[in-house]
C-alpha cells in the first residue's frame, strides 16, 4: 500500500528555521537530542571529525559550527542510540525485511556484532570475528578464478583503509576494484584528462573569495552540499553574478538564510543565490553550453572587427592551448535552431550568460551529477572546460573548474589506489615495495561488474561500506543474481537492502564509524580524507563505539587478507593494525610526490594539497596543451525521437532527507514532498497532453531495444516546474528502471539523468489539490 503523499509547494528558503527543525527532528529520532549538539560542534574541526557526508573542503578558519543540515543528519544517523542486535535478527528473517522500505532498515541501527547468514532459518545469526575471519578466507582460498571476486568500496572508506583494501584486492590477483565515483564522477575522471591533463577539479576553496563569475551545472548545493551555500552567499553579497543551468528550480540555488547567522534568523533574511537561472531540459547541457560559446565567439568577432577590445584571451589560447581551430569552426556550424532545440532554452538565455562572462576576468565553473550522469555526459564536461578555455579560466587564482564530489572521500580513495586501471597506479613502486607482481589486466568498473553479476560469472563480492546492490542500475534483474555467488561479505555500520541479498556463505562485519574512537595498542588513532578540491584533512573519532564488539575497517581488511593471502615478510599487516601512522609512511613511499611528511600535513589548518599541474598552467596531455575537444554531436534525445510523442526523459534525483541510498526521513522540504518518495514530478503540459491529472497513480516503464521490461508501478503524479518532456523521480527507487547499458560514452556511468520512459495510467486514486503555484511551485 502506497503511503500518503502530501505537496505543499515550500516558499520559504534553503537553510533558516526549516534547516533548524529539521535537525532537531532527527537529533530526537536517533535518540541524541542532548548528546548530539556536543558531537556535532567537533565536526570538521581540527581536533574532530571530518564529515561522513559530502567532500566539500573543510576551511582551515571554521565556523563555530562548521557543520550542515545533511551532514548534521549523516553524523545523527552514525551516533543512532537504536541497536541491531543479534536478537533483532533472531525475531525478523532475510525474507520478511525484505519488504522493508529502506528508511525502516537503516532506522534498526548500528549492528553490533559480526553475524553469519544462516540458510536454514533464513537469519543472521552471532558468529566470532575469529570464526568470521577463518571462513572468509577459506571461502576465497577455494575461488580457483580469482577474476570472479570483486572488491567495492564506498566513497566514506578513510584513505588508509583505502590504501590496504586496494593492496589486499591486487595480491589476490586482480584489480576489480569498483567503487562509487564509478557511479557519479567517472565521467570527470575520463572527460578533464584529455582536456587538462588531471582527473580532478583546479579550484581551491579560496578561489570563491577572488572569483567574478560563477557558472552552476545540474548541482543542487541545497540538499547534495549545503556548507557550499556559505561560499556562494558571500560571493553573491559581493555582486558575484552566479549563473544558474538546472531543470528543476532547486531552493538552495535560489536563496539562502544562513543558519548560523544570528541575525538573519531573527530578522529572515535572505540571499539572493543565482542571478541568472536557465532551466536546461534534462540532456540539454551540451547544447546550453555551446549556445554560451558560440554566442562568446559572435560577441569577439564583433569586438574584433569593430576595432574594440577582444573577449576571448588569444594569448592564452595561443599558447596554452590545442584544438581551437577545430572547435571553432564546429562552433560556427552548429544553428541556433539546433541548439534552442537540444537544449530547450532560446538562444536569449545564451545570450544573457554570454554578455556576463563576457565582462568577467575570473570564472568557475560549478557542476554535478546533472552533467556527468548522461550517455554525452564526458563531451558535456569537456564543453564546460571549453568554455572556460575561451577566457583564460583554468590555471588563474578565482577561477577553474569544479567537480563537486559527493561521498567525503570518493576522491580519496583514488588517490590511494582504488581504481580498476592499473595504467593509473605506480606498478613499480608497489612491485618493488611489495615484492609481487601485481596484476596489469584491466579490472572490473560498476557496471562492468553488474554485467558479470548477470552472466552469472562472478563468485565472491565484498563490500566495504555502501549499499551497492541498492546503488546499481537494473536491480529488477539484478536482485536474483546475489544468492548464486558463493560469497557475500559486507564491511558495515547498518543494515540495508544489500545485506538481504546474501550469497551462498554470507556474513555482516559491523567496523567503528568516523566519529567514534579508534584505540589501538597504540594508542588512539587518526585517519585522513581528500576533499573535492583535492585537499587531505586529518580525522579523529570523538564518541565511544557503538559496541565493544565493533573492529575498526582498517583490521576489518587486514585479518581478512591475513586469512586469504600466503604469508609475505613485505607487507606488514598486524603493524598496520597497531599503528595507522605506519600505513601513511607506506602509502608515503608509493606516492612520494604527494604524501611526503603526511602525518604532520595532514594536521595543517585546512589541510595540504595535491599537486595539481593543470592549476600552474602545466598540461600533462598527449598534446602538452588544454585540449579543446570538439564533440561529435549534440543527439542527446535521438533516442527519444524513435520512441514517439509520449516519450518522457526521467532524471532521478535526492530528496533533501537522504544522502546516496540513505534515507533519513519522509520530507523533501524544499520540493514541499511529505510523506512518501513514490512520487513523478511532471510538467502541466505533458500531464495534460497524456490525458494525466495530478496525484493521478501510474506506472513508469523504461523505454529500451535491450529487449528486457522494465517498470516501476505506483507513483503519484505532483505537477510540478520541470522543463516539458521531463519527468523526475527519486532514487534508488527508480534504480531498476536505468538498464545496465544505458551510460555515458567513455565512462560508463550510468546515465541516470536520462532515462527514456513512458507513463502509463493506475487505477484513479486520490487527486493532489492543485496549488497556484504547482506549474512552477519552487519560485512562488
Not at 548534521?72 to 525485511?97: D, G, L, N, Q, Y
Not at 591486487?170 to 557519479?184: A, I, K, T
Not at 560508463?748 to 486520490?766: D, E, L, W
Request: glycine share 8%; hydrophobic share 35%; aromatic share 8%.
Amino acid at each position: 500500500m502506497l503511503q500518503s503523499v502530501k505537496h505543499k509547494p515550500y516558499r520559504g528558503p534553503s537553510g533558516g528555521w526549516g534547516s533548524v527543525k529539521s535537525l532537531a527532528d532527527i537529533l530526537r529520532r536517533e535518540g541524541v537530542p542532548l548528546s548530539g549538539p556536543l558531537i556535532l560542534e567537533r565536526q570538521n574541526k581540527a581536533d574532530g571529525f571530518q564529515c561522513i557526508s559530502c567532500a566539500w573542503p573543510k576551511p582551515a578558519k571554521p565556523l563555530p559550527f562548521e557543520f550542515c543540515e545533511n551532514g548534521a543528519k549523516a553524523t545523527a544517523w552514525e551516533i543512532t542510540t537504536h541497536r541491531a542486535t543479534p536478537e533483532f535478527f533472531a525475531r525478523h528473517s532475510v525474507e520478511k525485511m525484505l519488504t522493508w522500505a529502506d528508511y525502516d532498515l537503516e532506522q534498526a541501527g548500528r549492528i553490533t556484532e559480526p553475524l553469519r547468514y544462516d540458510q536454514d532459518s533464513d537469519r543472521y545469526v552471532a558468529v566470532s570475528w575469529t570464526d568470521a575471519f577463518t571462513e572468509i578466507g577459506r571461502q576465497l582460498k577455494d575461488i580457483e578464478d580469482r577474476k570472479k571476486v570483486v572488491f567495492y568500496s564506498s566513497g566514506r572508506t578513510s584513505n588508509e583503509a583505502s590504501y590496504i583494501y586496494g593492496l589486499f584486492a591486487r595480491l589476490f590477483g586482480n584489480n576489480n576494484l569498483p567503487d562509487s565515483s564509478n557511479m557519479c564522477h567517472e565521467t570527470t575522471s575520463v572527460a578533464l584528462p584529455e582536456s587538462i591533463g588531471v582527473p580532478v577539479g583546479t579550484t581551491i576553496l579560496e578561489d570563491f573569495a577572488k572569483c567574478d563569475c560563477l557558472f552552476f551545472f545540474g548541482q543542487n548545493a541545497g540538499s547534495n552540499s549545503p556548507r557550499m551555500l556559505h561560499a556562494l552567499e558571500e560571493a553573491s553579497q559581493r555582486g558575484v553574478p552566479i549563473i544558474t543551468y538546472n531543470p528543476l528550480r532547486e531552493r538552495g540555488l535560489e536563496r539562502f538564510t544562513n543558519p548560523q547567522s544570528p541575525m538573519e534568523m531573527l530578522t529572515l533574511d535572505e540571499t539572493r543565490i543565482s542571478s541568472q537561472y536557465h532551466q536546461v531540459k534534462a540532456g540539454g547541457d551540451l547544447a546550453a553550453l555551446t549556445g554560451i560559446c558560440k554566442w562568446l565567439v559572435n560577441m569577439d568577432d564583433e569586438a574584433r572587427a569593430g576595432g574594440g577590445r577582444p573577449i576571448l584571451d588569444h594569448e592564452f589560447i595561443k599558447i596554452h592551448t590545442h584544438g581551437f581551430e577545430t572547435f571553432i569552426q564546429w562552433l560556427r556550424n552548429e544553428s541556433w535552431e539546433n541548439l534552442e532545440r537540444e537544449s530547450g532554452l532560446t538562444r536569449s538565455a545564451f545570450a544573457a550568460t554570454a554578455t556576463v562572462y563576457a565582462n568577467s576576468s575570473a570564472a568557475m565553473g560549478i557542476y554535478g551529477m546533472g552533467l556527468t550522469q548522461h550517455r554525452a555526459g564526458v563531451e558535456t564536461v569537456q564543453m564546460l572546460v571549453n568554455l572556460l578555455l575561451l577566457k583564460g579560466n583554468i590555471g588563474r587564482e578565482g577561477a577553474g573548474i569544479c567537480p563537486v564530489r559527493g561521498h567525503s572521500n570518493v576522491q580519496g580513495q583514488r588517490t590511494v589506489g582504488i581504481t580498476e586501471k592499473p595504467e593509473l597506479l605506480p606498478l613499480d613502486n608497489l612491485r618493488k615495495q611489495y615484492g609481487f607482481e601485481p596484476p596489469q589486466e584491466k579490472g572490473l568498473n560498476t557496471v562492468e561488474a553488474v554485467e558479470e553479476l548477470l552472466a552469472e560469472n562472478l563468485a565472491g563480492f565484498i563490500g566495504l561500506g555502501g549499499n551497492f546492490a541498492r546503488a546499481i542500475p537494473d536491480q529488477g534483474r539484478t536482485d536474483p543474481c546475489w544468492r548464486k555467488l558463493q560469497l557475500t561479505v559486507h564491511i558495515t555500520t547498518k543494515l540495508n537492502r544489500s545485506h538481504l541479498l546474501p550469497g551462498r556463505v554470507s556474513y555482516l562485519l559491523p567496523v567503528l564509524g568516523r566519529t567514534e574512537i579508534d584505540k589501538r595498542a597504540s594508542g588512539p588513532q587518526a585517519l585522513s580524507m581528500e576533499d573535492s578540491t583535492s585537499c587531505i584533512h586529518g580525522s579523529r573519532g570523538v564518541r565511544p563505539a557503538a559496541s565493544r564488539h565493533l573492529r575498526s575497517e582498517v583490521e576489518v581488511v587486514a585479518r581478512i587478507a591475513m586469512a586469504t593471502l600466503d604469508p609475505n615478510p613485505k607487507v606488514p599487516w598486524k603493524a598496520w593494525m597497531a599503528d595507522y601512522s605506519t600505513i601513511r609512511r607506506s602509502i608515503g613511499e608509493t606516492y612520494p610526490e604527494t604524501f611526503y611528511d603526511y602525518d604532520q600535513r595532514m594536521w595543517e589548518p585546512g589541510g595540504f594539497h595535491r599537486s595539481l599541474p593543470a592549476r600552474e598552467r602545466k598540461w600533462k596531455t598527449k598534446t602538452g596543451k588544454a585540449n579543446f575537444i570538439t564533440p561529435k554531436g549534440l543527439e542527446e534525445d535521438k533516442d527519444l525521437r524513435e520512441i514517439g510523442p509520449d516519450a518522457l526523459r526521467l532524471i532521478t534525483l535526492r530528496s533533501n532527507d537522504q544522502f546516496n541510498t540513505t534515507i533519513y526521513g519522509y520530507s523533501d522540504r524544499f520540493r514541499g514532498i511529505s510523506g512518501s518518495r513514490m512520487v513523478v514530478f511532471m510538467n502541466r503540459e505533458d500531464v495534460e497532453r497524456l490525458g494525466l491529472s495530478g496525484g493521478d497513480e501510474v506506472t513508469l516503464v523504461t523505454q529500451s531495444n535491450d529487449g528486457h521490461h522494465r517498470e516501476a508501478p505506483g507513483f503519484k503524479i505532483i505537477p510540478y516546474g520541470i522543463p516539458v518532456g521531463c519527468v523526475g523521480a527519486y532514487y534508488p527507487e527508480t534504480n531498476l528502471l536505468l538498464p545496465i547499458g544505458h551510460y555515458a560514452e567513455g565512462s560508463k556511468t550510468p546515465a541516470a539523468k536520462s532515462i527514456p520512459v513512458t507513463i502509463r495510467s493506475m487505477a484513479p486514486t486520490m487527486r493532489i489539490e492543485r496549488a497556484a503555484s504547482d506549474i512552477n511551485p519552487s519560485s512562488a
